[in-house]
């Protein structure tokens, strides 16, 4: 069965970085659009970044500049990497992989950023 394993998650202090990762198992088929997905407590989950198989980005509005996402389609993974953190970036990060029309999602790292 597919499988979406995030990591990277953890404390930073405001300005600080951290790079998340999402590893994807279990398929054979290719994965398209993968995309990383945050919620803070007693908000709705909304999308950070997405990137397409052929490396199309799209970012939230309040992370451009400041957060990228890459993917190696070889390893099944998807990178975010996230600078210049703000505590508003506080949430559970959830890591989102579409194939064949479905959409899978990851279990969820959380990241805190302290002021």
């Known amino acids: 069965q597919v499988q979406l394993v995030e990591s990277g998650g953890g404390l930073v202090q405001a300005g600080g970085s951290l790079r998340l990762s999402c590893a994807a198992s279990?398929?054979?088929?290719?994965?398209?659009?993968m995309g990383w997905y945050r919620q803070a407590p007693g908000k709705q989950r909304e999308l950070v970044a997405t990137?397409?198989?052929?490396?199309?980005?799209n970012f939230a509005d309040s992370v451009k500049g400041r957060f990228t996402i890459s993917r190696d389609n070889a390893k099944n993974t998807v990178y975010l990497q996230m600078n210049s953190l703000k505590p508003e970036d506080t949430a559970v990060y959830y890591c989102?992989?579409?194939?064949?029309?479905?959409?899978?999602w990851g279990l969820g790292t959380q990241v805190t950023v302290s002021s």
């Open positions: 989102k992989g579409e194939i064949r029309i479905r959409d899978y």
């Open positions: 279990g398929t054979i088929f290719p994965i398209n659009t």
């Open positions: 990137i397409t198989s052929g490396g199309n980005t």
